[in-house]
Nanobody, 116 residues
């Protein structure tokens, strides 16, 4: 079993920055990917950024060049640095991790609000 804990959400003005943190605990040796997803009301949960065991990263086109995902493997932690935030970035952000068995684990989600 894996537990996921997020922190770092809040409210900022457009153009501002936030840094989200996520820590996994439990049977973390099974994990091969960690990432951030977001969901706005009435919309699907979409990938924001993901980092793999190899260190390879992927980003949604909408955040490319503005967000950066990083990992601290020793702490089983993943971070999302969000710069140049836009109102359309407003959503609940979820940390998601994937184990070798294809099982996903999710945090409870944290609110990010970007005002105009």
């Amino acid at each position: 079993q894996v537990q996921v804990q997020e922190s770092g959400g809040g409210t900022v003005q457009a153009g501002g920055s936030l840094r989200l943190s996520c820590t996994a605990s439990g049977r973390t040796f099974t994990l091969y990917a960690m990432g951030w997803f977001r969901q706005a009301p009435g919309k699907e949960r979409d990938l924001v950024a993901r980092i793999w065991l190899s260190g390879q990263t992927t980003y949604a086109d909408s955040v490319q060049g503005r967000f950066e995902i990083s990992r601290d493997a020793a702490k089983d932690a993943v971070y999302l640095q969000m710069d140049a935030l836009k109102p359309e970035d407003t959503a609940v952000y979820y940390c998601g991790v994937t184990g070798y068995g294809g099982i996903d684990y999710w945090g409870q989600g944290i609110q990010v609000t970007v005002s105009s």
